[in-house]
Structure formats: C-alpha cells, structure tokens
Nanobody, 122 residues
C-alpha cells in the first residue's frame, strides 16, 4: 500500500513557474511508475507526465512538453513536477498517482493523492 501526498500548488501569474511535490510512503517505490494528472473544472482528468521510478524514463502529454519536467528523488521518495511558462489553461487540481509495472498515460493507476490546486491567472 502506497500513500501519496501532493504539495506546492498555488496561484501564479501566466508565464510563472511552480514545482509540485509528491511524497510517497508506505512501502518501496522502485517497482512503481509515478504519474501526474490534472482535472480542470467541468473537464475530465487528463494525463500530464509520468516517470518510471527505477529506470527514470519519462513521458509527457503534448500540451506540456517543453514546459513541464518530471523527476524523482529516491532518497526522499518524492516525485516532482517542475512547471514553467504556465498558462491559464494549466489551471487544475493536480494529482499524483502510482502504479506497479509499465508506464501508462491513461488513468489506470492504483494509488492516488488528494490533489493540489494550481491556478494560473492571465
């Protein structure tokens, strides 16, 4: 059983930057793929980025490529989402998720955090 706690969400101006953190606890994390998803009001939850904890391989949604970077710190059992050049359309609740096995860009993840709000104003 893995517990995930996100932090770092806040209100920023367009063009600004934020770094979200996802702290994992409750067990070993190396077998897992860690993902970030987001859900804007009135919209479905969508994939943002994911990282294979063991290999470090990553995948991004087209909408965030070149602006967002996912990384992990094994010593801290924490995954980060560095977000640059933020746009109003990035406004959403951002969720951290974990799943064993292969990296997926769908929401077939087993464990989810409670979410952290990111608001980007124009």
């Amino acid at each position: 059983q893995v517990q995930l706690v996100e932090s770092g969400g806040e209100a920023v101006q367009a063009g600004g930057s934020l770094r979200l953190s996802c702290a994992a606890s409750g067990g070993a994390v190396r077998p897992y793929v860690m993902g970030w998803f987001r859900q804007a009001p009135g919209k479905e939850r969508e994939f943002v980025a994911a990282i294979n904890w063991n290999s470090g391989s990553t995948r991004y949604a087209d909408s965030v490529k070149g602006r967002f970077t996912i990384s992990r710190d094994s010593a801290k059992k924490t995954v980060y989402l560095e977000m640059n050049s933020l746009k109003p359309e990035d406004t959403a609740v951002y969720y951290c998720a974990a799943r064993p096995g292969i990296l997926l860009a769908t929401d077939q993840y087993d464990y989810w955090g409670q979410g952290t709000q990111v608001t980007v104003s124009s």
